[in-house]
């Protein structure tokens, strides 16, 4: 049976006017379309500095030194093709829900690789789980986007979730900072918050794309519970109703600020996003409020 695509055709019709923004200045390879504020060659003139023993005489203004008698180097805006790298969370954890929270990530994984490959962004999608498992790289445009699908397509979910190890594992995989999008649904049973400042700390902008199902945020139980953790297999006897509900909500929201807290402070992104958001609603909607494509 043919599996179903990731993505129509109508909705990328629609993606190819928007592009992957980030705000930090970072060097890179020329030929992106953000601007950068770190000076070098480029189209769009930024401003002159004084000659240097070693400068290339090629930049020098020399309609500057018939006037003046002295050596400027004109310098321009440099465009830098910045690494855009996507960490899928891929653990046993994504698959529960109603609507699996695995397919939905892949799809939402799927819309940004489209965006930035249009825009000629240097795309790597990232799976992880308790480890990182092998990636993707790609770039060059629109005619690259079909084999990233397929390896889309072909990720299975496994394992359960480690922060500490994956964040250790990327900065020894991927030493040059760039903007880190991170779609997952975040849960963990060691603390999530401080691997991920780590990765902020090391100089990667953070784009967190929080995905949850209804039932990880306003579960629907009742009564005397036999729980199973998805990733661990532990098992948990609970008993619920109206007002243990209530806290465990109370819960999952603070627990989700401590997430955006972690990606505002260090001038990354947080969006939110529950599956049961349509994923054309969810680019066209909070994530381009939050900047993080326009």
């Known amino acids: ?38 000076a070098g060659p480029g189209q769009e003139f930024l401003d ?10 090629r930049a020098v203004n020399w309609r500057a030194y018939l006037r003046l008698e002295k050596l400027f180097l004109k310098m321009f805006q440099v465009e830098p093709r910045i690494p855009v790298r996507l960490l899928l969370d891929c653990s046993n954890s994504m698959v529960t829900g109603h609507v699996s929270k695995f397919d939905y990530a892949r799809r939402l994984a799927a819309a940004l690789c489209y965006v930035g490959l249009v825009r000629l962004d240097t795309i790597c999608i990232q799976p992880f ?4 498992g092998d990636s993707f790289i790609s770039g060059g445009g629109r005619h690259r986007f079909i084999p990233a699908v397929n390896f889309l397509q072909n990720l ?16 020894s995989r991927y030493p040059q900072r760039g903007l880190l999008i991170i779609i997952s649904d975040f849960l963990d049973d060691t603390d999530c918050e401080r691997p991920l400042q780590f990765l902020a700390d090391f100089g990667h902008e953070l784009m967190l794309l929080h995905v949850w199902s209804e039932e990880d945020r306003e579960p629907l139980w009742e009564g005397q519970l036999d729980l199973t953790d998805a990733e661990t297999g532990a098992t948990l006897e609970i008993g619920f109703d109206a007002a243990t ?7 999952f929201d603070e627990y989700a ?3 955006q807290r972690i990606g505002l402070r260090n001038s990354g992104r947080y969006v939110g996003i529950s599956t049961s958001t349509a994923i054309e609603e969810a680019v066209f909607g909070p994530l381009a409020r939050s900047g993080g494509i326009q």
Not at 29 to 38: A, K
Not at 51 to 56: L, N, T
Not at 129 to 132: E, M, N, Q, S, V
Not at 245 to 251: F, I, K, L, P
Request: zero cysteines; aromatic letters at 12%; charged letters at 20%.
């Open 245 to 251: 509900r209530r806290n465990y909500t109370a819960a």
């Open 48 to 57: 002159h500095r004084q000659f240097h023993h070693g400068d290339d005489l």
């Open 129 to 132: 789980g308790a480890d990182l």
């Open 257 to 259: 600020r401590g997430i």
């Open 156 to 171: 299975k979910p496994s394992g359960r979730t480690n922060y500490f190890q994956i964040a250790r594992q990327f900065i």
């Open 1 to 38: 049976m043919k599996p179903t695509p990731l993505i129509d055709t109508v909705f990328l019709e629609k993606l190819e006017r928007l592009a992957i923004q980030w705000q930090k200045s970072f060097p890179g390879l020329v030929g992106g379309h953000n601007i950068s504020h770190f």
